[in-house]
Structures are given as structure tokens and as C-alpha cells.
């Protein structure tokens, strides 16, 4: 997502809908501190060593050659799915199925294939690559949650829109996971304003909160896994919140950012506008 993020309309209710015309789930508050509860105690239980797996796996090296873990991302994939399961499922899945098409790559990607246009070429020639993979298990997590979304207010073209710009937006907020605090930096604008009436933002945002600080410290990073999730979860935010005309031209702007990355360098874009480097660089050591 991009950190304008969609439009926001007039709130007039404290608590989450789930779905149009459907009841009230848990307040937004308790979504999101429940969120930020358990990313944060995944994280401890990871330095505690208690990791399931252990998690050395875990471990790369980021931008500036030091050490970093990648479990932040886990315990976020976590951390925003688990409260999201009691007020929407369906969505629930949905950034779950993004966190695990996250996963693979981050556990056994080809680093040598990068870009939309490197893993479709890869496919063209008979070589399915993780990333290949990704884009499926994002396409299908987009159309779970679309198809949940418009359950009770009818299904159509803006269905699948709402299918790409969940998709969309999960691999956009991993196209922008290149420096750190930079995904949650935009997660937090575009899901703050949408937090009192979307579980998915509240969820995503509690989560991101907690991941902030040691994600902008350099101690540990998102990776796809969490990337993948935090997009996913923005996502299906804003489709149950934009009225059906404005799916599509989200999907254009995430269509259109994602091709745009394959010929420029977003972190060259950011750097060279005031505003933007200093919003991007606000917080890191």
C-alpha cells in the first residue's frame, strides 16, 4: 500500500463491523493490544530460545552486513492472524496463506531470480521458483478474502478487484521492506485511520507497533513472511472499507506501482525527496 492509503469515510461506530450488515466483532482496542501481545511474546519466546524449530533458520544479513533475525516477521504473521480468527476468519486465512507464501521464500528462495518480470520469465521457460509460487498463494489469499468480503452485498467485478488489491498490496509492502521501519512505517499510516472499523487494520497496526522499535533498531527485520502479512491484512482492510468503483483504482495504483519497481529503485525515489527521507529515516540507529 502506499502511505496515503484509501480514502476514509465518516466513523460512526468504536467498534469493528465484520463484513457488510454483519454483527459487531471485539473493539478495535482489544484487536490491536491483543495483536501487539502476541507478536511481542513470540519475539520473547525466540530470544528465550523457545522457538519451535529454533530459530538460527531464521537469520540474515541485512543492508548494512550485521546480523538480523527474521522471526519478527513470524511473530507478526502471528500476532495479526490469531485475534483477526474471532471477527473475521476468512481474512484471518487470508494473511496467513500470505505469511506462508512469504515464508517459503524467505526459508528456501533462489535469490537469484528477483522481480515480477524474473519469476514469470523463470515460469515461461518450465522453472516454477518460489516467487512463482508466492504469486499464487497471494492471488488465492486475495480471492478467499474478496469472496468473504462481499458475502451478503453481492459478488462481481469489484470482487475481483478486491482479489488484486489484497494481493496487490501484499506484494507491494514487500517491495518496500528494503530499509528498516520502512513497511511499518506505512502499515501504521494507512492502518491507523482505518483501525476503529477494520479488524484487519486494527490487528495489523497493534502488531506493528510492537515490531517498530526493534525493526528500526536493526535487530530483527519483516522478510517476506511478515511483509506479505502486513500487505495481506492492509489489503483486506481496505476493500471492506472502499466502495466498489474504488477497488479498481487501487488495483490500478498497486498494478502500476509494482511495474514501476522493475525499472526504479524505490529506496533512490525516497532518498532524493525531503519528506520522504526523513519520514524513512525518523527512528533508525
Do not use: Y
Not at 167 to 173: D, E, I, Q, V, Y
Amino acid at each position: 500500500m502506499t502511505s496515503a492509503g484509501p480514502p476514509v469515510g465518516a466513523v460512526t461506530s468504536a467498534r469493528p463491523t465484520v463484513g457488510a450488515g454483519g454483527p459487531a466483532g471485539p473493539p478495535a482496542g482489544a484487536v490491536g493490544g491483543a495483536a501487539a501481545a502476541l507478536t511481542w511474546g513470540v519475539r520473547r519466546l525466540d530470544r528465550g530460545g523457545l522457538l519451535p524449530g529454533g530459530g538460527r533458520r531464521w537469520v540474515r544479513v541485512n543492508h548494512r552486513g550485521d546480523e538480523v533475525t527474521l522471526v519478527e516477521g513470524v511473530a507478526l504473521a502471528i500476532g495479526t492472524a490469531a485475534p483477526l480468527a474471532l471477527a473475521e476468519p476468512a481474512s484471518a486465512v487470508a494473511v496467513l496463506l500470505a505469511a506462508g507464501g512469504g515464508a517459503v521464500d524467505d526459508l528456501a528462495g533462489d535469490s537469484g531470480v528477483k522481480g515480477l518480470r524474473g519469476h514469470l520469465g523463470a515460469l515461461r521457460r518450465g522453472r516454477v521458483t518460489t516467487g512463482a509460487l508466492k504469486i499464487g498463494v497471494l492471488v488465492t489469499a486475495g480471492a478467499l478474502a474478496a469472496w468473504e468480503a462481499d458475502r451478503g452485498r453481492g459478488r462481481g467485478s469489484s470482487t475481483l478487484a478486491a482479489a488484486g488489491v489484497v494481493a496487490g498490496a501484499a506484494n507491494l509492502a514487500n517491495l518496500l521492506d528494503l530499509r528498516p521501519g520502512r513497511t511499518l512505517k506505512v502499515a501504521l499510516l494507512v492502518g491507523l485511520p482505518l483501525a476503529r472499523t477494520q479488524p484487519a487494520a486494527a490487528a495489523c497496526s497493534g502488531a506493528a507497533l510492537a515490531a517498530l522499535p526493534d525493526d528500526l533498531g536493526g535487530r530483527s527485520m519483516l522478510g517476506d513472511t511478515g511483509a506479505n502479512a502486513v500487505g495481506a491484512a492492509l489489503g483486506v482492510a481496505a476493500v471492506r472499507h472502499l466502495p466498489p468503483r474504488a477497488r479498481w483504482t487501487w488495483l490500478t495504483v498497486l498494478a502500476g506501482l509494482t511495474l514501476l519497481s522493475e525499472r526504479v529503485s524505490f529506496s533512490r525515489v525516497i532518498d532524493a525527496t525531503p519528506g520522504l527521507r526523513q519520514l524513512d529515516r525518523w527512528g533508525r540507529r
